[in-house]
């Protein structure tokens, strides 16, 4: 049997109904059909020798429209942190099919050379009758060893089976970029109530490369100062104009709470802040086009004693944003733009182990502005 680069293995029989006994076999007859190398052998392993390795239990409900989109996306992830992957796939079997699973392996190249890393996949799928059995049969076939990571990219926090599968998993990761405008804070208050520690949202690690660049931007001395007087702050991203998405009502919010902000209404140019030197206005507007609903742009603009104007622009996957300064003096550079892709987004927050109280904040921050936004 030859095992390619990014090549899926599914066993031959397909899938069949669910037995932990006989899914563990498929396993085991996988590899040795693979003919694969133990993980951990030695550097100046033959050429075509297959690793299997893990370092997790990756636990993915797939809701079925986003699933083609989330595929690519758990392949790279596994090349980047290899894991047992199961897949959950609830409410496409034909009802009557009960539970039923199939195994395979994704697989990648070695970056030294000589030999493919490969990641056991078990895909689960049910009828909705069926679907609660989903936890008791991943508990089954956890390798009990290793951390559990629930990545749960349904739209909302789902039904009861979602909820087991999250008091069993050390880490759970949610991404309140796919709920519907306006639930956000649902996210985000599951998030404090279970600790930061624990569940991670993908929205706010996209915001690490705006908010390294704006610590820089006001590093300097005279630069610093100006957070005092800040007194306009502009966003636009792209996409729909109707409501901002999540990441920028966290970096609002992140503002406002490391800035001690207080949202106080809302006018037509935006919403009404108070800080302690005078009131800030925040407007936040969608370009109308362009792909998705993505932070583009952040003008901000302080008045005297300490006059400050900059502006910073990002596109796309961009590896540099511009930074525009235009007060106190006037200067254009071009500044490193940590754009991460979704995938690395995800290893990262899996190896993010510290409760997060500045993300905490901003939420916090963000469902108190989002409550005046929502005021007519």
């Given at each position: 049997?030859?095992?390619?680069e990014?090549?899926?293995l ?6 069949r109904?669910?037995?932990a006994v006989a899914?563990?076999?498929?396993l085991k007859n996988m590899?040795?059909?693979?003919g ?5 052998a ?13 370092l997790?239990?990756l ?14 996306v ?5 090349r980047r ?6 897949s ?13 699973a199939?195994?395979?392996a994704?697989?990648h190249r ?15 799928e ?9 936890p ?17 990219f349904?739209?909302g926090?789902?039904?009861p089976?979602?909820d ?5 998993a050390?880490?759970?990761l949610?991404d309140?970029c ?6 956000e804070?649902?996210m985000?208050?599951f ?5 930061s ?10 915001l ?5 660049i ?11 100062l100006a957070l005092g ?5 502009e ?16 970096l609002?919010?992140?503002?406002s ?12 140019h935006?919403?009404?802040?108070r ?10 507007r969608?370009?109308g086009?362009?792909?998705?609903r993505?932070l583009?742009?952040?003008?901000i603009?302080?008045a ?10 990002h596109r796309?996957r961009?590896t ?9 003096r006037?200067?254009t550079?071009?500044s ?14 899996i190896?993010?182990?510290a409760?997060?109280?500045?993300m ?17």
């Amino acid at each position: 049997m030859t095992v390619q680069e990014n090549y899926v293995l599914d066993a031959p029989d397909g899938s069949r109904p669910f037995d932990a006994v006989a899914i563990e076999g498929d396993l085991k007859n996988m590899w040795k059909r693979a003919g694969h190398s133990p993980a951990g052998a030695d550097g100046g392993a033959r050429n075509g020798a297959i690793y299997r390795a893990a370092l997790a239990n990756l636990v993915v409900p797939l809701d079925p429209p986003l699933a083609p989109k989330l595929a690519p996306v758990l392949v790279d992830v596994t090349r980047r942190h290899p894991s047992r992957l199961f897949s959950i796939a609830a409410g496409p079997a034909p009802r009557g099919a009960k539970l039923r699973a199939r195994t395979g392996a994704i697989c990648h190249r070695r970056e030294s050379g000589g030999g493919l890393v490969c990641s056991e996949q078990v895909v689960l799928e049910s009828d909705g009758a069926s679907a609660d059995l989903i936890p008791s049969a991943i508990r089954s076939l956890l390798i009990g060893d290793l951390p559990t990571v629930l990545l749960n990219f349904l739209p909302g926090l789902g039904p009861p089976w979602i909820d087991e599968l999250m008091e069993m998993a050390d880490l759970v990761l949610v991404d309140s970029c796919l709920l519907e405008p306006g639930r956000e804070p649902e996210m985000w208050r599951f998030l404090e109530r279970e600790g930061s520690r624990r569940v991670h949202d993908l929205a706010w690690a996209r915001l690490i490369p705006w908010r390294a660049i704006l610590a820089e931007v006001f590093d300097g001395k005279e630069h610093l100062l100006a957070l005092g007087t800040i007194r306009a702050v502009e966003m636009t991203f792209t996409g729909a104009a109707a409501f901002p998405p999540p990441p920028v009502w966290l970096l609002a919010g992140w503002l406002s709470s490391r800035l001690g902000w207080k949202t106080v209404g809302r006018d037509p140019h935006g919403l009404m802040l108070r800080s302690e030197t005078g009131p800030v206005t925040l407007a936040m507007r969608g370009t109308g086009s362009g792909e998705g609903r993505v932070l583009e742009r952040i003008h901000i603009r302080a008045a005297e004693p300490h006059p400050f104007d900059v502006e910073i622009h990002h596109r796309g996957r961009e590896t540099s944003a511009r930074v525009t300064l235009r007060a106190p003096r006037a200067a254009t550079l071009e500044s490193p733009f940590g754009y991460s892709e979704f995938a690395a987004c995800i290893v990262g927050e899996i190896h993010r182990h510290a409760a997060n109280k500045p993300m905490e904040d901003a939420a916090r921050a963000a469902e108190d502005m989002m409550k005046h936004w929502s005021k007519t």
